[in-house]
């Protein structure tokens, strides 16, 4: 069966309710598609933050870090902190698709090349108990609207953490350190692009970034569709 069949068939027998207010009828509703926020204008160059200063933004300067750039597409409030909370923690998976379609603009402007999507691994326990990685549906989404390579199969998550949205800066850089392994080889001088739902601090992307290192990366950069304001 075509897959706009099956969708059709989907759609007729669970019609999408809007990510933000649950409305039948789309996965957005013109209400909410209104009142997301779209992070836009001068950013600064490396982690993607509102920056008009010439230079890399205060948070930056002087920061080492695994990862070469960050941006993300929306701040992570509204209808699409509703919509994230939906996909990952009420087994919506279907918002998959919506979710990465709203990913495609900053996608397709990121200021760096790339040769691989990989999306930010779970914890082996909390994939068991979640059933999916939202980060690896979202990465094979955008694979498939854009001919992308995903690979899942290079850096894996040793230790289970707390929740990061509950941490301070400082705690969320301690509950991550050390965290990701990268198989030697598997991502040998290449140019990756992380993927992540939410990004808060970029923490644990850096930690991540230092996975892919491991696994033998060149480059790396990350792409989430939220971060915290
Ligand atoms: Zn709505
Ligand atoms: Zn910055």
Same mark, same amino acid.
């Given at each position: 069966?075509?897959?706009?069949?099956?969708?059709?068939?989907? +759609?007729?027998?669970?019609?999408?309710?809007?990510?933000?207010?649950?409305?039948?009828?789309?996965?957005?509703?013109?209400?909410?598609?209104?009142?997301?926020?779209?992070? !836009?204008?001068?950013?600064?160059?490396?982690?993607?933050?509102?920056?008009?200063?010439?230079?890399?933004?205060?948070?930056?300067?002087? %920061?080492?870090?695994?990862?070469?750039?960050? %941006?993300?597409?929306?701040?992570?409030?509204?209808?699409?902190?509703?919509?994230?909370?939906?996909?990952?923690?009420?087994?919506?998976?279907?918002?998959?698709?919506?979710?990465?379609?709203?990913?495609?603009?900053?996608?397709?402007?990121?200021?760096?090349?790339? +040769?691989?999507?990989?999306?930010?691994?779970?914890?082996?326990?909390?994939?068991?108990?979640?059933?999916?990685?939202?980060?690896?549906?979202?990465?094979?989404?955008?694979? %498939?609207? %854009?001919?992308?390579?995903?690979?899942?199969?290079?850096?894996?998550?040793?230790?289970?953490?707390?929740?990061?949205?509950?941490?301070?800066?400082?705690?969320?850089?301690?509950?991550?350190?050390?965290?990701?392994?990268?198989?030697?080889?598997?991502?040998?001088?290449?140019?990756?692009?992380?993927?992540?739902?939410?990004? !808060? !601090?970029?923490? !644990?992307?850096?930690?991540?970034?230092?996975?892919?290192?491991?696994?033998?990366?060149?480059?790396?950069?990350?792409?989430?569709?939220?971060?915290?304001?």
């Amino acid at each position: 069966m075509p897959r706009n069949w099956a969708a059709l068939l989907l +759609d007729l027998l669970f019609p999408p309710r809007c990510m933000g207010c649950g409305r039948r009828g789309d996965w957005l509703c013109p209400v909410c598609r209104g009142d997301l926020h779209p992070i !836009t204008g001068p950013l600064c160059w490396k982690c993607g933050r509102p920056w008009a200063g010439r230079d890399e933004c205060p948070l930056c300067q002087g %920061r080492l870090s695994a990862l070469q750039g960050l %941006r993300a597409a929306f701040f992570f409030d509204g209808p699409l902190r509703q919509g994230i909370h939906r996909f990952k923690y009420r087994g919506v998976r279907s918002l998959a698709a919506p979710l990465a379609q709203l990913l495609l603009p900053t996608l397709d402007a990121l200021p760096w090349s790339f +040769d691989v999507v990989v999306p930010v691994p779970l914890h082996p326990a909390r994939q068991r108990q979640r059933g999916y990685n939202q980060s690896v549906l979202l990465a094979a989404e955008l694979g %498939r609207q %854009r001919g992308l390579a995903v690979v899942t199969s290079a850096i894996s998550r040793t230790r289970n953490t707390p929740p990061q949205m509950e941490l301070s800066a400082a705690e969320r850089q301690a509950n991550v350190a050390g965290v990701f392994a990268g198989r030697p080889g598997a991502l040998d001088g290449q140019r990756v692009l992380l993927l992540d739902d939410v990004g !808060t !601090t970029g923490s !644990t992307l850096d930690a991540c970034a230092m996975g892919a290192r491991q696994a033998g990366a060149a480059e790396v950069y990350a792409l989430v569709l939220a971060r915290a304001r």
